[in-house]
């Protein structure tokens, strides 16, 4: 890849066709998922060290939670698997790690598992990985119009200090907007991935599902998001 290449600041990713690439292969979903799961591994190193210093992905919307028990306690399994199997490597690599949702519905051994990640990570300031885990974006804006408005209530906040920027601060971590978004599988819609932190981040979504979305094809999309035009409204 050429040298003047303008790397985004914050990239989120909807890691989405884990049951696809699964089905493809006459294999249960569960399989895609953990083929997922690696995929992330090499991928996340892969996307740092290119000196991007946001990710965010998502990992289990509040609308998953409509799937089978089954393929819900799978996934659950695996993300305290992940938490404890990779804590040494984010340490050792100075990453912060975060996780972005409601706590609410979570099993026991996840709660303990992101509090326990975030406690260990949270000094480190070069890379941040957010992890969308039971996120909604619409749920999150509505979390953050009623904190917003208890403090009003409570007089610790005026209507008139209400605006983007104060906003920005109540969403469930503070973050910089996302620069681009990329939605792996071919489908064309962000199914509730973080709302307020994408309305000027450029979309891509190429035809490769999550467990096939390697280190070349993240450089791709990086040379695709180099040829786009941000305007912000200009000219
Ligand atoms: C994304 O893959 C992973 C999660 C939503 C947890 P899917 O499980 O949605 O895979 P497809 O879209 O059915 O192929
Ligand atoms: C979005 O994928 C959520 C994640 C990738 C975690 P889904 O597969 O759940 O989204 P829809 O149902 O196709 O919109
Ligand atoms: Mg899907």
């Not at 992330?40 to 998953?64: D, M, Q, W």
């Not at 799937?67 to 996934?75: A, G, H, M, P, T």
């Not at 709660?111 to 941040?128: P, R, Y």
């Not at 489908?187 to 000027?200: A, C, G, H, P, V």
């Amino acid at each position: 890849m050429e040298n003047e290449i303008v790397l985004p600041k914050h990239v989120g990713i909807i890691m989405d066709g884990n049951g696809r690439w699964a089905k493809k292969r006459g294999l249960k979903r569960s399989f895609g998922h953990k083929a997922g799961a690696k995929n992330l591994e090499s991928l996340l190193k892969h996307i740092f060290k290119r000196g991007i210093p946001y990710v965010s992905v998502y990992a289990f919307s509040t609308e998953n939670f409509n799937r089978d028990e089954e393929e819900v306690n799978y996934l659950m399994d695996l993300f305290v698997k992940y938490f404890n199997k990779k804590k040494s490597v984010f340490i050792k690599n100075g990453i912060r790690v975060i996780v972005s949702g409601s706590r609410e519905n979570l099993r026991e051994d996840v709660i303990d598992g992101i509090k326990n990640l975030e406690d260990c990570t949270k000094e480190f300031t070069h890379f941040t990985f957010n992890i969308c885990l039971n996120y909604g974006g619409r749920m999150e804006i509505v979390d953050a119009i009623k904190k917003i408005s208890q403090k009003i209530h409570n007089n610790e906040l005026k209507l008139d200090d209400v605006n983007e920027e104060l906003v920005s601060h109540y969403m469930y971590k503070d973050l910089p907007d996302l620069d681009f978004v990329i939605r792996t599988s071919g489908e064309q819609r962000i199914s509730n991935f973080m709302l307020w932190q994408s309305s000027y981040a450029e979309y891509y979504f190429p035809d490769v599902l999550f467990p096939d979305f390697n280190e070349k094809e993240f450089d791709k999309s990086l040379e695709i998001y180099n040829k786009r035009n941000r305007r912000f409204g200009g000219v």
